[in-house]
């Protein structure tokens, strides 16, 4: 059985190394319509080339329509649900040492709702990974440099994708904050002040994670005229130089 982790506990990540970075792949939506395949294997094809790349799957990894859910299964997804977790399983496992955790989505969590079963636990059971069970910390140190992420899939569907990270950052204390579930992809620096040991002021960064998606406009999407917003992924980059965030976009 695959190791559950307790939100309370965290998670932590040593590298024997300078820097890392660590993607959060995000509402990857595998078995949609719409799913950006080419977008995961460029992702998984640079994962795989980098030595200190390390991952998170940050919650809808399936799309997982449910007949009688909320939107009309066979008008979303092309595949039944075991394919889904099937190719996700073929499009992952070249990568499967790199990643950290994985967490549920919504739509992940939707047979679990109606039937108590946690595709995704089961899924990281075939992979041999963690499954991160909801929100909360994960801290990643690498030689002479630490630093600390709070995130989850999210809740929230309003259109100022950084509500939500603000409330995150009422509640953690992190260098990270990143969410995923509506689909927006930026990668914000918030600026500010803290007191040094030296007894002087010093600027520091937090960041503001909002983390896309591998899901093109979708029929639902399109129907409730919800904004388009770019495929893609963040990068969180830790090295001697301290904490920068990119995004990767179509
Ligand atoms: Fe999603």
């Given at each position: 059985m695959t190791e559950i982790i307790n939100p309370e506990d965290g998670f932590t990540c040593k590298l024997n190394a300078m820097s890392v970075e660590v993607h959060i792949l995000s509402?990857?939506?595998?078995?949609?319509?719409?799913?950006h395949k080419k977008l995961l294997l460029s992702a998984v094809e640079r994962i795989k080339r980098k030595r200190n790349a390390r991952v998170i799957?940050?919650?809808?990894?399936?799309?997982?329509?449910?007949?009688?859910?909320?939107?009309s299964a066979r008008d979303q997804y092309e595949q039944r649900m075991e394919q889904q977790v099937i190719q996700a399983r073929d499009l992952l496992f070249p990568i499967r040492k790199k990643i950290l955790f994985a967490r549920s989505g919504n739509h992940d969590s939707r047979t679990q709702k109606r039937a108590e079963f946690n595709s995704m636990i089961i899924f990281c059971d075939m992979m041999g990974i963690p499954y991160y069970d909801g929100p909360g910390f994960t801290r990643i140190n690498v030689t002479g440099k630490t630093m600390v992420l709070a995130g989850g899939h999210g809740k929230s569907g309003s259109q100022n994708g950084n509500l939500e990270l603000e409330r995150y950052r009422r509640i953690y204390d992190a260098d990270v904050y990143y969410l995923g579930h509506n689909h927006q992809l930026f990668a914000n620096p918030v600026p500010g002040l803290y007191l040094g040991s030296d007894g002087k002021e010093h600027l520091k960064e937090q960041w503001l994670i909002r983390?896309?998606?591998?899901?093109?406009?979708a029929d639902y999407a399109r129907e409730g005229a919800y904004q388009p917003q770019r495929c893609g992924w963040p990068t969180i980059h830790l090295g001697p130089e301290g904490i920068t965030c990119t995004v990767r976009s179509t």
């Open positions: 509402d990857i939506h595998v078995g949609a319509k719409k799913f799957l940050n919650g809808d990894l399936f799309d997982n329509t449910i007949p009688g859910g909320p939107y983390a896309g998606s591998f899901l093109r406009y």
